[in-house]
């Protein structure tokens, strides 16, 4: 049989009896067991204790004279109704008492004459009955307490992310927004250069095409992937401040040029560094336009950096420069890139090239040509217009027999004055 639980040091009990000879012994054997004990005659003057102070036990008799000990019980339940009651009486109906414990009204009953041990245990298990429902009454505060912080505070995190997913609604409309402008200012850049010479635009075109192909390679990081895909539009634009006739003398007839004025072609880089920071501040951007003609030997410009300290983004895009604005064949094209490949151009860069030409078809080569030169199976790099504005033939269509012979008949009529620019 388990032990009863021990009580609490000085618990407060409030005993009640008109007789003071069973009065002082009540309170005698509770102090022994180290109970604070207070002890009146009068229920009236006990509620008016009850009334300031708190108490564990309540210890009542049944017969006084102010009041039975079973009323008094249910009044002091009103001030104190987590108090364990104990009624301690000679003379009561046992259908009363069960009615009085089963409502609540008393905890136990003690019959007179009592047992010490018996008083005192029972004293014991009130007072740890009181304990436990105080404890408990604690504790269902704190949860309700804890309760109604976790409403607020979730109501709170509820309004925050509501907040944040508000934020992140925004912020993805102006990442698009901003993606979408930037995408705008690279062709805007692009139509600059085609309005400056339409083969530099075509090929500026092609150009990022290449590098796109390169770019979506596992060779690179997240940030060389967007300058590799953004300098192919930008490289050539200090370009546009060249005078027209010089870049279309340095094209047709390089040997021509005066030492000023290949001086003058060979810093368009720097020109074209400084422009691309209009669209693109990052420096990795800027350092490959700037370095995009730079050879692995040593011998590019405009700083002649060698090897390793040509950024990898511009040694992947001077292969694809040489390879675009070449006037060879494409297959003639990948020969000397291949001759160069250790001495122009990166080994790694070269590898890489050519395993994108193997992986996809690469975009066709645009050139200039002759109304005469015309043949079925080349596509047009920009669509054909009469004098008018009018189309005749769109951009992409691949020539056939009939359509040059269409054109052909269109420039008798009404000479076509714009150049004609194919992919081959």
């Given at each position: 049989?388990?032990?009863?639980p021990?009580?609490?040091?000085?618990?407060?009990?409030?005993?009640?009896?008109?007789d003071?000879?069973?009065?002082?012994?009540?309170?005698?054997?509770?102090?022994?067991?180290?109970?604070?004990?207070i002890?009146?005659?009068?229920?009236?003057?006990?509620?008016?204790?009850?009334?300031?102070?708190?108490?564990?036990?309540?210890?009542?008799?049944?017969?006084?004279?102010?009041?039975?000990?079973?009323?008094?019980?249910?009044?002091?339940?009103?001030?104190?109704?987590?108090?364990?009651?104990?009624?301690?009486?000679?003379?009561?109906?046992?259908?009363?008492?069960?009615?009085?414990?089963?409502?609540?009204?008393?905890?136990r009953?003690?019959?007179?004459?009592?047992?010490?041990?018996?008083?005192?245990?029972?004293?014991?298990?009130?007072?740890?009955?009181?304990?436990?429902?105080?404890?408990?009454?604690?504790?269902?505060?704190?949860?309700?307490?804890?309760?109604?912080?976790?409403?607020?505070?979730?109501?709170?995190?509820?309004?925050?992310?509501?907040?944040?997913?508000?934020?992140?609604?925004?912020?993805?409309?102006?990442?698009?927004?901003?993606?979408?402008?930037?995408?705008?200012?690279?062709?805007?850049?692009?139509?600059?250069?085609?309005?400056?010479?339409?083969?530099?635009?075509?090929?500026?075109?092609t150009?990022?095409?290449?590098?796109?192909?390169?770019?979506?390679?596992?060779?690179?990081?997240?940030?060389?992937?967007?300058?590799?895909?953004?300098?192919?539009?930008?490289?050539?634009?200090?370009?546009?401040?060249?005078?027209?006739?010089?870049?279309?003398?340095?094209?047709?007839?390089?040997?021509?040029?005066?030492?000023?004025?290949?001086?003058?072609?060979?810093?368009?880089?720097?020109?074209?560094?400084?422009?691309?920071?209009?669209?693109?501040?990052?420096?990795?951007?800027?350092?490959t336009?700037?370095?995009?003609?730079?050879?692995?030997?040593?011998?590019?410009?405009?700083?002649?950096?060698?090897?390793?300290?040509?950024?990898?983004?511009?040694?992947?895009?001077?292969?694809?420069?040489?390879?675009?604005?070449?006037?060879?064949?494409?297959?003639?094209?990948?020969?000397?890139?291949?001759?160069?490949?250790?001495?122009?151009?990166?080994?790694?860069?070269?590898?890489?090239?050519?395993?994108?030409?193997q992986?996809?078809?690469?975009?066709?080569?645009?050139?200039?040509?002759?109304?005469?030169?015309?043949?079925?199976?080349?596509?047009?790099?920009?669509?054909?217009?009469?004098?008018?504005?009018m189309?005749?033939?769109?951009?992409?269509?691949?020539?056939?027999?009939?359509?040059?012979?269409?054109?052909r008949?269109?420039?008798?009529?009404?000479?076509?004055?714009?150049?004609?620019?194919?992919?081959i």
């Amino acid at each position: 049989m388990s032990a009863s639980p021990a009580p609490a040091a000085h618990a407060a009990v409030l005993i009640v009896d008109d007789d003071s000879f069973v009065l002082s012994a009540l309170k005698s054997t509770l102090e022994r067991e180290d109970y604070a004990v207070i002890a009146v005659t009068s229920p009236l003057k006990a509620l008016a204790i009850l009334a300031e102070r708190e108490f564990s036990v309540i210890i009542s008799d049944q017969c006084m004279p102010e009041m039975l000990g079973l009323d008094f019980l249910f009044e002091s339940k009103k001030l104190q109704p987590h108090t364990s009651r104990i009624l301690i009486t000679a003379v009561l109906s046992l259908p009363t008492l069960v009615d009085s414990i089963n409502r609540g009204e008393i905890f136990r009953f003690i019959a007179k004459p009592w047992l010490r041990e018996e008083l005192t245990a029972t004293v014991r298990n009130a007072v740890h009955r009181y304990e436990l429902i105080t404890h408990n009454t604690a504790l269902s505060a704190e949860a309700q307490r804890l309760n109604a912080e976790l409403t607020a505070a979730n109501a709170a995190l509820e309004g925050k992310v509501r907040d944040l997913e508000t934020q992140r609604q925004q912020l993805d409309t102006l990442n698009h927004e901003l993606a979408t402008s930037y995408e705008h200012s690279l062709e805007l850049c692009r139509r600059i250069i085609n309005t400056f010479d339409p083969v530099l635009g075509g090929q500026a075109k092609t150009l990022g095409e290449v590098c796109t192909r390169m770019a979506e390679t596992d060779h690179f990081t997240a940030e060389e992937r967007q300058v590799l895909r953004a300098a192919p539009l930008l490289c050539d634009l200090g370009l546009i401040g060249i005078p027209r006739e010089l870049f279309r003398a340095f094209r047709s007839h390089p040997e021509r040029l005066t030492d000023r004025e290949r001086a003058m072609l060979k810093n368009h880089p720097i020109y074209s560094q400084t422009l691309a920071t209009f669209v693109d501040t990052r420096p990795a951007l800027g350092e490959t336009v700037r370095a995009h003609h730079e050879r692995f030997d040593g011998l590019g410009y405009p700083d002649g950096l060698a090897g390793q300290h040509i950024p990898w983004t511009a040694r992947c895009l001077a292969v694809a420069v040489d390879f675009v604005e070449s006037n060879l064949s494409r297959q003639n094209a990948l020969d000397a890139i291949m001759a160069g490949s250790g001495t122009a151009y990166d080994p790694e860069a070269v590898r890489l090239f050519l395993k994108v030409t193997q992986l996809a078809r690469l975009p066709r080569q645009v050139c200039e040509i002759m109304l005469d030169e015309l043949e079925p199976g080349m596509v047009l790099a920009s669509g054909i217009y009469s004098p008018h504005g009018m189309l005749l033939i769109g951009e992409g269509l691949e020539l056939s027999p009939a359509s040059i012979a269409k054109i052909r008949s269109h420039n008798q009529i009404t000479p076509i004055q714009q150049r004609l620019l194919v992919q081959i």
